[in-house]
Structures are given as C-alpha cells and as structure tokens.
C-alpha cells in the first residue's frame, strides 16, 4: 500500500463521522478523474464546491471531468462560472478555451485563449523586474 493510499484511507476513516471538507472532495474527484470515472469525479467536485464555493481546484477539477465525460456544453457553463468567480485569472479563461475548442467553438475559444494572453502579460507588467527577465 502506497502512502497516498494509507493517508487517504486515514483521513476518511477521521472524516467519516463528520462532513467531508472542501479539500478531501476534491481530491476525492482528482482520484476518480485518474481512475477514469469522469461522471462520478464531476459529482465530488460539485460537492467540493457546494462546501466551498471559492475552492478554484474543484471549479477546475469539474471543468476537466465534465470535458472528459463528453458534457461539453456543461464543461464550458462551469468553465464561464469560474470566469466570472476569477475574472483576472488567466489559468481560468485557458479552461474556457480548451473546453470551446473541445466543443468546435473553435472562434470563442481563440478570443478566451487571446484574454488569457492578456491577463498574463499584465500579470507580468505588474511583476518587478529581475536581472533574468528585464523589461
């Protein structure tokens, strides 16, 4: 038995008497997403987000699982919620984008690709400079 699996069998067995956290939820629906069972790992991240509404790893975590469970059109509602949760969140509008392209919206998923660009470069104008990365 690998760590990962006695930590995890550890933290159920504490959990199991009380309501699960945000966190084990999540990774609950990462262990599912790698078990490939999409379905199932979509409803643990919404339970994660119904626990935590601003846990941004499950709001990921359901836009993966929805793609890879072929609910396109689900996995890009999802991804739109996270946007407007993270407007300046680059990593967010990528999600957008990926689950568009996904979804042959091939045009919207170039402009959410195109406000990520942004949003980054003005993250990294916001950055000071290093001797590395002069501006």
């Given at each position: 038995?690998?760590?990962?699996?006695?930590?995890?069998?550890?933290?159920?067995?504490?959990?199991?008497?009380?309501?699960?956290?945000?966190?084990?939820?999540?990774?609950?629906?990462?262990?599912?997403?790698?078990?490939?069972?999409?379905?199932e790992?979509?409803?643990?991240?919404?339970?994660?987000?119904?626990?935590?509404?601003?846990?941004?790893?499950?709001?990921?975590?359901?836009?993966?699982?929805l793609?890879?469970?072929?609910?396109?059109?689900?996995?890009?509602?999802?991804?739109?919620?996270?946007?407007?949760?993270?407007?300046?969140?680059?990593?967010?509008?990528?999600?957008?984008?990926?689950?568009?392209?996904?979804?042959?919206?091939?045009?919207?998923?170039?402009?959410?690709?195109?406000?990520?660009?942004?949003?980054?470069?003005?993250?990294q104008?916001?950055?000071?400079?290093?001797?590395?990365?002069?501006?």
């Open positions: 038995m690998t760590s990962r699996a006695r930590s995890f069998i550890l933290i159920t067995a504490v959990t199991d008497t009380c309501e699960p956290t945000a966190d084990l939820l999540s990774q609950r629906g990462i262990d599912l997403l790698a078990a490939g069972k999409p379905a790992a979509a409803e643990s991240f919404r339970a994660a987000i119904a626990a935590g509404p601003k846990h941004y790893e499950a709001h990921h975590g359901l836009i993966r699982a793609r890879d469970a072929g609910e396109l059109e689900k996995s890009i509602a999802a991804a739109l919620a996270l946007t407007a949760l993270t407007p300046a969140d680059p990593v967010a509008h990528t999600a957008l984008s990926i689950s568009l392209q996904y979804a042959g919206h091939v045009p919207e998923a170039e402009a959410a690709a195109a406000r990520a660009r942004i949003l980054e470069w003005k993250i104008l916001q950055s000071p400079a290093t001797e590395e990365s002069p501006r």
